[in-house]
């Protein structure tokens, strides 16, 4: 069992920056893989969407098209600690956001809710025109 801890994030504008913080405890060293969903305003969370994740081991990132080179993930496997930095935002960034993790091994990084093990809820994100 991994628990997620997400902070940050809140109110934005179009063209700023926010960032968010995941933050991984418990059974740390099964985590393969994180990543970073949304739900956008009006929708279920069983319709949150992809924005991105990294592999644990590897470092590999893969981004949603919507975010791709905009949004950037890091992580720091020591502090079991994984961020997102939302630049250039847009009005459609807003949502809820959620961490997610997986123990399994994979060899690419999943990009649909069902193939993460444990998840966190993250803060609403808010983007002014």
């Known amino acids: 069992q991994v628990d997620l801890v997400v902070s940050g994030g809140g109110s934005g504008q179009a063209g700023g920056s926010l960032r968010l913080t995941c933050v991984a405890s418990?059974?740390?060293?099964?985590?393969?893989?994180m990543g970073w969903f949304r739900q956008p305003p009006g929708k279920e969370s069983d319709e949150r969407e992809f924005?991105?994740?990294?592999?644990?081991?590897?470092?590999?990132?893969t981004y949603a098209d919507s975010v791709k080179d905009r949004f950037i993930i890091t992580k720091d496997n020591a502090e079991n600690t994984m961020w997102l930095q939302m630049n250039s935002l847009k009005p459609d960034d807003a949502g809820i956001y959620y961490c997610?993790?997986?123990?399994?091994?994979?060899?690419?990084?999943?990009?649909?809710?069902?193939?993460?093990?444990?998840w966190g809820l993250g803060p609403q994100v808010t983007v002014a025109p």
């Open positions: 997610a993790v997986r123990m399994r091994t994979t060899m690419v990084v999943p990009t649909t809710p069902d193939q993460y093990d444990s």
């Open positions: 924005v991105g994740g990294i592999g644990w081991n590897t470092g590999a990132a």
């Open positions: 418990g059974r740390t060293f099964r985590i393969n893989t």
